[in-house]
């Protein structure tokens, strides 16, 4: 099976997944006390008010042909209209809005634990128990024992208060046009200076929610790292006076990154989840905040709009692991007999 | 404990901040220009709704939008006592005799945005639009039976009944019709009303940018030249946007953060009493609670004034009686005679009381709240003194809005013994009592079910009664027999607080959660 029919394959097979996904969240949201409406409305008087919105969100019909209109809409790519969070904004325009937000805080914090995490799990397992390797695994227990929003709450403090080097809160898209959106880009003169200011907003939020998968990679990266440097093909190129810089780049590094890459696969979804804290903290509306206003309020819609993307989003970083494997170790297959 | 910063010039952040990451980043200095514009950077609890339009529009953070774009025919003086303070109306309304006609002149110089005059047409269609449409806000003019255009100039409304609290009706935003009219999905996209501030853009998540509306036809314009509303719903977050110049207004400063706002260097706090009301309420149906006096042992099994000290002060005050201060004021009820009926903490005397109205030492009390500390600590001080009164059984729960709202009318035992809610409503006593205690709105805005013949006929004539001295005679009788009865316990009322920089003149805080005061007959808000 070639690189792309696996592909393809495996894309066919997550959508009973997704489904699954959505079948289960769909009869969980709607089991939990509480509608939208009351929500809404609040404690307020008319029960006849109360009955002609329910009617009007189609709140009044029975859960199970609730929920195949919404599989049949989610089939024409209508996910609805926001009741509560943002009400009467189509679903799909929502994450549209917030979707890059997160994205943007999501990939940077991974770029960041991934740039700063192999070299300094490398470093650890070249220099076992030495000085270096201490500090690097006393770094990654902090930052996998800490939470994130207080991470976030400390570099407030001390990098945007007290020495104003950065803004407490806010991301900034780099592609804004200057002079456009607001107060922070409106005064912008041009475009390198929205880039400048879009690293300056992201530096604090990036490093809060990237810590956790830093200091995971780091650990993971020195712990196959110190195995794959006692194997025998390593031992023997040492023998033969191949040089450690090497040795670790030609040899070790390449099959000492699957468990990485698992970790990196799977932990896309975990940093989803994780962003909820993080634009929590720093004032970002972005899809974190977004399901967590859905499941409060009870939209419905928001919460299985925003489930899609979040399940898209874990199949798609399992998927990119298994490629990923095969692409990396020739001993791994597509999964066919040969 | 506080903060003490070294003050932080506006904008110095954006401004330097700017310079100093370009240099660092791309090896270029690219500082933002300061355009010397006076915009007001005012950052919001929550966020808004998609439309802002207000025949739609449904929530106060929406709301505070649209008051700066749209105008009613009156709205609230200063102190929200009740007088109304005509804008687009040319005088008081004239109201008939027996209560159910109101016709309303507006002001001939009153134009919109677009340039249209603001006609009886305008007003007709605004207040028939919200139930035409069955919108959210359909409830709050199902009193009125017919509009009528007397004129360009004079509208009419009869009501189905003498509603004497209409003229809390009669703030409502005035909409174009020549606008809105055939384009209901996307008026609210792009708004026009006749404020002093008029739309520009938004962003969903992000920000709202309003500018000064140059050709305003009313007497003042506004000395900024516009406002950017954001929102931040984390409470430190919005106060560091504060601190370090990101925000030159935030809204809603916490309890547990007062004092680091109040001793910033750079800001200071502008509050006033919200129209609002905070209690804990007894299940009056079924259980042990549906007893006076339980009801009364369980008052004094805590004491309410050192609950409110701890948990609600300086972000709010302890509140007597269903009434907030500015009702009180405008009606002049006997606050402080109703303020000697609560019972100081006596356990001795709980016990005793208990014992005399039979309650079992092994009940199962069930007390629940929603999702907000203040009232969380409420509930949490009365199942504290049950179990120092000798109940071991105490069930306390904060519940999640959406479960507790299932919940907290349904007058079943099984469900709660006492919940602690508020109410915010308009400046007249009406929407404190009939929505609390009136027996034709339990299970729905009543969770007490509280059933006294007497009280409930004075709250259903207060509300249909044109004269407001025999009003205030009806209300001070049913409140005594509410408090004397212990329905509620009356705990606390909120201040509208809002954390404001320095540069900030003449920013004042409203009753009303709804009306940030931007630019009004008492002031004018400018940044410096």
């Given at each position: ?6 592909t393809?394959?495996?894309i ?11 079948t289960i ?5 709607n ?6 409406v009351?929500?809404?409305l ?66 940077s ?5 991934i740039?700063?995490?192999?070299p ?17 695994r006393i ?20 990098f ?5 080097l ?11 046009e200057?002079?456009?959106?607001s107060?922070?880009t ?19 939020p990036?490093?809060?929610?990237g ?10 990266e ?12 390593i ?24 468990p ?10 975990t ?25 409060h309020q ?7 709009g ?6 898209v989003?874990?199949l ?18 597509y999964?066919?007999?040969? | ?10 904008r110095?952040?954006l ?23 006076n915009?007001?950077y ?12 207000p ?12 008051e ?8 609230y003086?200063?102190?929200a006592?009740n ?6 109306a040319d ?10 006609t109101?016709?309303?002149g ?8 677009n ?6 047409e305008?007003?007709k ?10 919108t ?21 409304f009869?009501l ?24 209901e ?39 900024i ?11 430190s ?18 309890p547990?953060?007062w004092?680091?706002?109040?001793n ?11 129209i ?7 299940n ?10 339980v009801?009364?042992?369980?008052d ?17 005050v ?12 405008a ?8 303020a ?14 208990f014992?005399d ?11 629940i709240?929603p999702?907000?500390d ?6 949490q001080?009365?199942?504290n ?14 519940l999640e809005?959406g ?7 349904t ?9 602690t809610?508020?109410?915010s409503?308009?400046p007249?006593p009406?929407?404190?009592t009939?929505?609390l205690f009136?027996?034709?709105l ?10 006294n ?7 259903m ?8 001295e ?9 409140t ?9 316990l ?17 920013f ?10 931007l ?9 410096e």
């Amino acid at each position: 099976m070639s690189l792309l029919r696996y592909t393809a394959w495996r894309i066919v097979q997550a959508v009973p997944v997704l489904i699954g996904i959505l079948t289960i969240v769909f009869f969980l949201v709607n089991a939990i006390p509480g509608d939208p409406v009351s929500i809404m409305l609040g404690p307020s008087p008319g029960v006849e008010q109360i009955a002609e919105v329910r009617a009007k969100y189609g709140l009044n019909e029975p859960v199970h042909e609730r929920y195949l209109n919404y599989l049949a809409s989610v089939a024409q790519g209508d996910l609805g209209e926001s009741i509560n969070v943002n009400s009467g904004m189509p679903v799909t325009k929502l994450i549209m809005n917030r979707l890059p937000i997160t994205l943007l805080l999501t990939v940077s914090a991974f770029a960041f634990a991934i740039v700063t995490a192999i070299p300094l799990g490398i470093i650890s397992a070249k220099r076992r128990n030495e000085p270096t390797d201490h500090v690097a695994r006393i770094v990654s227990l902090i930052g996998v024992s800490t939470p994130s929003f207080w991470i976030g709450l400390m570099l407030i403090i001390v990098f945007a208060t007290h020495l104003d080097l950065f803004p407490s809160r806010d991301l900034v898209m780099p592609w804004t046009e200057p002079g456009t959106g607001s107060r922070v880009t409106r005064r912008a003169d041009s475009q390198l200076e929205i880039i400048s200011l879009s690293i300056r907003h992201l530096i604090l939020p990036m490093i809060t929610l990237g810590t956790l998968q830093m200091a995971q990679i780091t650990r993971i990266e020195r712990s196959t790292m110190v195995d794959t440097l006692q194997d025998e093909y390593i031992k023997l190129a040492r023998a033969y006076g191949v040089s450690e810089r090497t040795i670790i780049r030609k040899h070790a590094f390449r099959p000492a990154q699957l468990p990485v890459i698992t970790i990196i696969g799977l932990g896309l979804s975990t940093a989803l989840g994780g962003a909820v804290l993080t634009e929590t903290v720093f004032g970002i509306n972005g899809m974190g905040r977004l399901i967590i206003q859905g499941i409060h309020q009870r939209d419905y819609p928001v919460v299985m709009g925003t489930t899609i993307v979040f399940g898209v989003t874990y199949l798609v970083g399992v998927i990119i692991t298994d490629i990923s494997y095969a692409y990396i170790d020739p001993r791994v297959k597509y999964g066919d007999q040969e | 404990m506080s903060h003490q910063l070294p003050e932080i010039t506006r904008r110095g952040l954006l401004g330097s901040g700017a310079a100093v990451s370009a240099a660092a980043i791309a090896g270029c200095i690219g500082g933002s220009s300061d355009d010397g514009d006076n915009e007001l950077y005012f950052t919001q609890e929550k966020g808004w709704a998609y439309k802002f339009d207000p025949i739609v529009a449904n929530g106060v953070p929406t709301a505070q939008v649209n008051e700066q774009i749209y105008e009613g025919l009156y709205t609230y003086n200063e102190d929200a006592t009740n007088s109304l303070v005509p804008v687009l109306a040319d005088g008081e309304p004239e109201v008939s005799d027996d209560g159910l006609t109101w016709t309303i002149g507006i002001k001939d110089e009153a134009t919109f945005q677009n340039g249209d005059d603001v006609t009886a047409e305008d007003v007709k269609y605004s207040f028939e639009a919200p139930v035409k449409e069955e919108t959210e806000n359909a409830a709050e003019v199902n009193m009125i039976d017919s509009i009528e255009a007397v004129d360009d100039k004079t509208v009419e409304f009869t009501l189905k009944y003498p509603y004497a609290a209409f003229n809390t009706v009669v703030i409502a935003n005035i909409v174009p019709k020549s606008e809105r009219d055939g384009n209901e999905k996307d008026f609210g996209h792009s708004p026009v009303g006749s404020g002093p501030f008029q739309w520009v853009e938004w962003e969903d998540g992000q920000y709202v940018l309003l500018e000064r509306w140059d050709d305003y036809w009313g007497e003042q314009s506004p000395n900024i030249s516009g406002v950017e509303f954001d929102f931040v719903t984390e409470q430190s977050t919005r106060v560091t946007g504060l601190e370090t110049g990101e925000s030159d207004v935030i809204e809603t400063v916490p309890p547990q953060l007062w004092e680091d706002v109040k001793n910033m260097n750079n800001a200071s706090i502008a509050s006033s009493l919200g129209i609002g009301y905070f209690y804990l309420a007894f299940n009056c149906n079924e259980g042990p609670t549906a007893d006076p006096q339980v009801r009364e042992a369980v008052d004094y099994v805590f004491s309410m004034d050192d609950a409110v000290e701890s948990f609600v002060e300086p972000a709010g005050v302890r509140q007597y009686s269903p009434f907030p201060q500015s009702v009180v004021d405008a009606w002049d009820f006997p606050a402080d005679q109703w303020a000697e009926i609560p019972h100081d903490r006596d356990i001795d005397q709980a016990t005793q009381l208990f014992e005399d109205a039979g309650v079992d030492k092994d009940y199962a009390w069930n007390i629940i709240v929603p999702p907000d500390d203040m009232r969380e600590a409420i509930g949490q001080s009365v199942s504290n003194g049950l179990k120092e009164a000798g109940f071991n059984n105490v069930t306390f729960e904060r519940l999640e809005w959406g479960t507790f709202l299932d919940l907290y009318a349904t007058g079943s035992e099984d469900d709660y013994n006492m919940f602690t809610l508020g109410w915010s409503g308009s400046p007249d006593p009406e929407a404190f009592t009939y929505y609390l205690f009136a027996q034709e709105l339990e299970g729905s805005t009543n969770g007490t079910y509280y059933s006294n013949d007497e009280v409930d006929q004075l709250i259903m004539d207060a509300r249909e009664e044109p004269e407001q001295e025999a009003r205030r005679e009806m209300y001070i009788e049913a409140t005594n027999t509410i408090l004397e009865d212990r329905v509620h316990l009356p705990a606390y009322n909120t201040y509208n607080s809002y954390g404001v920089a320095n540069y900030v003149s003449d920013f004042t805080s409203h009753p009303s959660s709804a009306i940030i005061p931007l630019s009004t007959g008492y002031n004018n808000v400018n940044v410096e």
